[in-house]
């Protein structure tokens, strides 16, 4: 499959993968002070933005979420002819994660933006969304999904600071590229519900620089946490006043921590 990709800049490789729901446009300005130093690439997922939805050759066959996290890290793999630094955001950070572990010789840098390795509340694992709250977006879709990422914004960006302006920046990005794939939506909350990569963390060798929201409700800074004390090369930054976008809502100090970790 072939999947829509942004480039812009020149140098290094990045590339940067969006979380759930959104598209590649979200990153917005952070993608071009980026791309003053590296060749940005700013990919849109299997059924968001202006990439398809991919194809199933078992006639449409529900997929287990593993299944469909390897063939979402499958098609990025098949895009890509080089290593390259990869940034993940929500979870977009789990699909770099699992990338990093399936494909690792493709993988020379890690970023995690607001990501954490299990997204769902479990008894051993409680900074984590709780399991009626992803049931009923999960129902919601089914009724009227626009409604529904428009409430998971709203999400995103409660407690951070310049909370209005930011969720108004993200609404007005929402639908730039068009209305997401249902079925994708639908299997990214699948992924999100059932996906675990704790056990996996510790295999994980690339240097890694997780980057978390003092305020996130979405994916606590415990979970950041968690991620920096159980991957062997990890630094961790917690922005404080920052929710769910830390690259929206505090740009010149996400900035400030990226660039310091890509220039090591």
Same mark, same amino acid.
């Given at each position: 499959?072939?999947?829509?990709?942004?480039?812009?800049?020149?140098?290094?490789?990045?590339?940067?993968?969006?979380?759930?729901?959104?598209?590649?446009?979200?990153?917005?300005?952070? #993608?071009?002070?980026?791309?003053?130093?590296?060749?940005?690439?700013?990919?849109?997922?299997?059924?968001?933005? &202006?990439?398809?939805?991919?194809?199933?050759?078992?006639?449409?066959?529900?997929?287990?979420?593993?299944?469909?996290?390897?063939?979402?890290?499958?098609?990025?793999?098949?895009q890509f002819n080089e290593p390259l630094t990869?940034?993940?955001?929500? $979870?977009?950070?789990?699909?770099?994660?699992?990338?990093?572990?399936?494909?690792?010789?493709?993988?020379?840098?890690?970023? $995690?933006?607001?990501?954490?390795?299990?997204?769902?509340?479990?008894? +051993?694992?409680?900074?984590?969304?709780?399991?009626?709250?992803?049931?009923e977006f999960a129902a919601a879709l089914q009724?009227?999904?626009?409604?529904?990422?428009?409430?998971?914004?709203?999400?995103?960006?409660?407690?951070?600071?310049?909370?209005?302006?930011?969720?108004? *920046?993200?609404?007005?990005?929402?639908?730039?590229?068009?209305?997401? +794939?249902?079925? #994708?939506?639908?299997?990214?909350?699948?992924? $999100?519900?059932?996906?675990?990569?704790?056990?996996?963390?510790?295999?994980?060798?690339?240097?890694?620089?997780?980057?978390?929201?003092?305020?996130?409700?979405?994916?606590?800074?415990?979970?950041?946490?968690?991620?920096? *004390?159980?991957?062997?090369? *990890?630094?961790?930054?917690?922005?404080?006043?920052?929710?769910?976008?830390?690259?929206?809502? &505090?740009?010149?100090?996400?900035?400030? &921590? $990226?660039?310091?970790?890509?220039?090591?």
């Open positions: 499959m072939s999947l829509h990709v942004e480039q812009t800049g020149s140098g290094a490789p990045l590339l940067l993968i969006h979380g759930w729901g959104m598209h590649g446009g979200m990153w917005g300005d952070v #993608a071009e002070q980026l791309a003053e130093h590296f060749r940005v690439l700013a990919v849109d997922l299997p059924g968001h933005g &202006h990439s398809r939805g991919q194809r199933t050759e078992d006639g449409g066959q529900k997929k287990k979420h593993l299944e469909l996290l390897d063939e979402i890290v499958d098609s990025l793999a098949a990869v940034c993940g955001w929500s $979870l977009g950070g789990q699909i770099a994660l699992h990338w990093a572990m399936r494909h690792s010789h493709q993988v020379n840098r890690l970023v $995690l933006v607001a990501s954490t390795p299990c997204f769902m509340c479990r008894s +051993d694992w409680p900074c984590a969304m709780a399991a009626e709250t992803l049931a009724q009227n999904y626009a409604l529904t990422l428009r409430r998971f914004l709203a999400l995103q960006v409660r407690g951070s600071a310049q909370e209005r302006g930011l969720l108004a *920046t993200l609404r007005s990005a929402l639908f730039s590229r068009g209305e997401p +794939d249902l079925a #994708a939506l639908q299997g990214g909350l699948e992924i $999100l519900r059932d996906c675990d990569l704790r056990s996996a963390l510790p295999g994980v060798k690339q240097p890694t620089l997780v980057i978390a929201g003092e305020r996130d409700t979405l994916t606590p800074p415990q979970a950041a946490q968690y991620l920096a *004390t159980q991957m062997p090369d *990890t630094r961790l930054a917690i922005i404080e006043g920052a929710a769910h976008a830390p690259f929206l809502s &505090h740009p010149d100090e996400f900035m400030k &921590h $990226l660039m310091s970790f890509l220039h090591e």
